[in-house]
């Protein structure tokens, strides 16, 4: 009888825990563009570097210049306590037109997504591997792109789900951080986050636009990370969290 009764609270307490465990952070971070050895989202890379969590930056490929590579170095190299890698850069498209990625044809959406890929490989030496749609606009044509470039597993915030045979996971349930584009707002986001914990137990990626900021909006965008460190969340990054899924060949 003594048995039973431990064995039923350690069930209750293991119970209890997977009922309270925080979601997976997705950081969907946009807009990167790099100028003359700087950028706008600097003290946001620097914030989150400092800070060690992860996060997934999108670059776009049209606004680089030759002091990419040595800006990005450090950061691309950046790691945590555990030796993980801190940042993720991701293709955010070649130009950031609207739409550049929906709507536009094979042949449009084939050169554009390629031509950024070819400038990334260049000028930084990276394989990308995660993919988000300018102003998240995507469509069928853009998911076929994406699987003809065996390189890419994840597109995030995406208008269509892949099929399974495309190897491509959907990155989409959204929790929103930003009252408009460059807006952070912990209040809002926490009330956001509070609404979804439950429906999205097992992650939650967020997006945010870090060159828009302004200082009292970065210092709402760090409370809401200061908020996910305190629930206990763990960051991880696109592709990282691809390849604990089913969608990995490997995994199975």
């Not at 996060?55 to 049209?62: E, L, P, Q």
């Not at 995660?130 to 065996?150: C, H, Q, W």
Request: proline content about 5%.
């Amino acid at each position: 009888m003594k048995k039973t009764i431990i064995l039923f609270l350690l069930f209750s307490l293991v119970h209890v825990g997977i009922l309270h465990a925080a979601p997976k952070i997705i950081l969907k971070l946009d807009d990167l563009r790099i100028n003359k050895n700087g950028s706008a989202s600097s003290v946001t890379l620097d914030y989150l570097k400092l800070k060690g969590v992860k996060a997934g930056f999108g670059i776009i490929a049209n606004g680089l210049d030759e002091t990419v590579l040595s800006f990005l170095t450090p950061y691309i190299n950046a790691t945590n306590a555990k030796g993980e890698k801190l940042f993720e850069f991701w293709h955010h498209g070649y130009d950031h037109k609207n739409p550049e990625f929906k709507g536009t044809g094979y042949d449009y959406q084939k050169l554009h997504f390629e031509k950024a890929d070819s400038l990334f490989e260049k000028r930084l030496g990276i394989k990308m591997r995660s993919f988000g749609a300018p102003f998240n606009a995507s469509d069928s044509i853009t998911i076929r792109v994406l699987s003809e470039n065996p390189k890419y597993k994840v597109i995030m915030l995406g208008s269509i789900i892949p099929a399974r045979s495309t190897g491509i996971l959907n990155l989409n349930q959204r929790v929103n951080l930003e009252l408009s584009p460059g807006v952070p707002d912990s209040a809002y986001f926490v009330t956001n986050y509070l609404a979804s914990k439950s429906k999205y137990s097992n992650y939650m990626i967020v997006q945010a636009h870090p060159p828009y900021f302004k200082p009292e909006r970065l210092d709402e965008f760090k409370k809401v990370i200061e908020f996910l460190i305190s629930e206990g969340c763990e960051f991880v990054l696109p592709y990282e969290y691809y390849k604990t899924t089913i969608a990995n060949p490997e995994k199975k």
